[in-house]
């Protein structure tokens, strides 16, 4: 969330500062020229059969009939194409056949975005507050730190034994339960993302791929040839003129789009970053479904947490224990003292063997 945040602040900053595009036009009032270009969009001229390669237009064969003067003025075309071309990416006369536009109208909704998404990789965090309801800082509160009044210290733990010796079993299964979506939602929250972008930028994860595979080998140049390709730089812009008859004419405009500098280092960071959000709350999920799967790992990352604390011991507290009361324990393991909770397992351990001693008792001394 604050790298979104940081870079929505970026853009805006920059908008402010500095106009997000300048045109070259014919027409003397240029602040509406902008104005309509920024409003309107702008677009790029792209080759139908394109390749890394620069494709350019070339004549048709001589055929009988074609006068050289015909040929000469589509060979000063194609010389006109391939300096345009190579100017600016995208930038160019069109041909018919051989060329199409592709309108840019994303990067007034760059910011829009960019907060939106924020805003929902925040919400399972805000969603998980509301549900769990401080219950763990309750729980832990004056037991974090590593040295305790001995007060304090017994005060807590009689705490805490009393809550895990009481049934909440239904209260800590929800409590789990509620957890594992949040965290469900973290991963549906990431791929939504990666396939909003893809939408949002016409291809952006297979264009992109490309442009940062350019970045580890220092070529530059070939970074911006590709990074124009979702990001121009230079684009172009039709603006309608009206005559004093009435009549229109169109102006074929020039501008350039100082934000995609950034843009295109921004999405190169959220690039990886949803890609490794995704990752690892894929393989954060597949951790948690083996948890609750296995009854052994579970102990053993329980154990893990009670260094000094005997296997036997260990194995007899986890015996009584459902998987919501091993969950909010291991949650509590990392937010006490060591000791605290060691001696809370001990005392747990402790009171389950004399409620088995006394069960066992009661079942000999019943009637046949």
């Not at 969009?41 to 350019?56: A, C, E, V």
């Not at 017994?154 to 909440?168: A, E, G, I, Q, S």
């Not at 791929?209 to 039709?238: G, M, Q």
Request: with cysteine; glycine share 4%; proline share 3%.
């Amino acid at each position: 969330m604050v790298i979104l945040l940081t870079c929505s602040l970026l853009l805006s900053a920059r908008q402010y500062f500095g106009d997000p595009i300048q045109c070259i036009s014919e027409e003397k009032n240029i602040n509406y020229v902008q104005s309509y270009c920024w409003t309107m969009g702008t677009y790029i001229i792209k080759l139908d059969n394109f390749s890394d390669r620069q494709l350019l237009p070339t004549p048709p064969p001589f055929r009988a009939g074609r006068n050289r003067v015909s040929l000469r003025r589509l060979a000063d075309y194609n010389e006109e194409y391939a300096r345009a071309i190579s100017i600016a990416e995208g930038v160019g006369p069109e041909v018919r056949g051989q060329t199409q536009r592709v309108y840019l109208r994303y990067y007034q909704w760059v910011i829009i975005l960019l907060l939106f998404e924020s805003f929902i990789f925040y919400f399972p965090s805000c969603l998980w507050k509301v549900w769990e309801g401080q219950r763990l800082k309750q729980l832990c509160s004056e037991v974090g730190e590593a040295l305790l009044s001995e007060q304090t210290y017994n005060t807590r733990l009689r705490l805490l034994v009393k809550y895990f010796t009481t049934d909440y079993e239904d209260m800590h299964y929800c409590y789990m339960a509620k957890y594992v979506f949040c965290e469900l939602l973290n991963f549906v929250i990431s791929i939504l993302n990666i396939l909003a972008l893809e939408v949002f930028l016409n291809g952006f994860w297979t264009k992109y791929l490309h442009a940062l595979a350019t970045i580890p080998l220092y070529d530059w140049d070939r970074w911006n040839h590709i990074s124009s390709r979702v990001f121009p730089k230079i684009a172009k812009c039709e603006v309608l003129k009206y005559g004093a008859s009435g009549t229109a004419s169109i102006m074929d405009n020039l501008c350039i789009l100082p934000l995609n500098i950034l843009n295109e280092k921004i999405f190169v960071c959220l690039w990886c970053w949803f890609l490794l959000m995704a990752f690892m709350s894929g393989l954060n999920l597949i951790c948690r479904l083996a948890m609750m799967l296995s009854r052994t790992l579970r102990e053993l990352l329980i154990r893990s947490q009670l260094r000094f604390m005997t296997k036997q011991h260990v194995q007899h507290v986890f015996r009584d224990l459902t998987i919501g009361d091993w969950f909010l324990l291991m949650k509590v393991s990392v937010n006490v003292n060591p000791m605290l909770f060691r001696d809370l397992m001990d005392e747990l351990c402790e009171l389950r063997s004399i409620h088995s001693s006394t069960s066992s008792l009661t079942l000999l001394e019943s009637p046949a």
